[in-house]
Nanobody, 122 residues
Framework: EVQLVESGGGLVQAGGSLRLSCAASGFAFGDYAIGWFRQAPGKEREFVGALRWGDGGTTYADSVKGRFIVSRENAKNTVYLQMTSLKPEDTAVYYC???????????????WGQGTQVTVAS
């Protein structure tokens, strides 16, 4: 069974940093893209960043480029989202997901974690 479990969310002041973790099990890590998405209240779920399927490179949304970094630790089957220079508009529930296809294409992700709340105070 494919499982994804996020952790590391919390409350942080604007300008601060957080690192989210996505622990994966039940599938071969390299066979899927691992994406991070977020959903703020009243808004649609949006792409944040991903480790691409195939070449293992990274892709980011313009809104987080230069501030967020996606990385992986194969030995722990874990993908991280390092977030720096956080802004109040980064407040959302953050989800990791596994899938194949274009990294920002939400419909390509078939397995999702439960999400973790990130709140950035101004």
């Amino acid at each position: 069974e494919v499982q994804l479990v996020e952790s590391g969310g919390g409350l942080v002041q604007a300008g601060g940093s957080l690192r989210l973790s996505c622990a994966a099990s039940g599938f071969a890590f390299g066979d899927y893209a691992i994406g991070w998405f977020r959903q703020a209240p009243g808004k649609e779920r949006e792409f944040v960043g991903a480790l691409r399927w195939g070449d293992g490179g990274t892709t980011y949304a313009d809104s987080v480029k230069g501030r967020f970094i996606v990385s992986r630790e194969n030995a722990k089957n874990t993908v991280y989202l390092q977030m720096t220079s956080l802004k109040p508009e980064d407040t959302a529930v953050y989800y990791c997901a596994a899938g194949v296809g274009p990294p920002a294409w939400i419909k390509g992700y078939t397995n999702w974690g439960q999400g973790t709340q990130v709140t950035v105070a101004s």
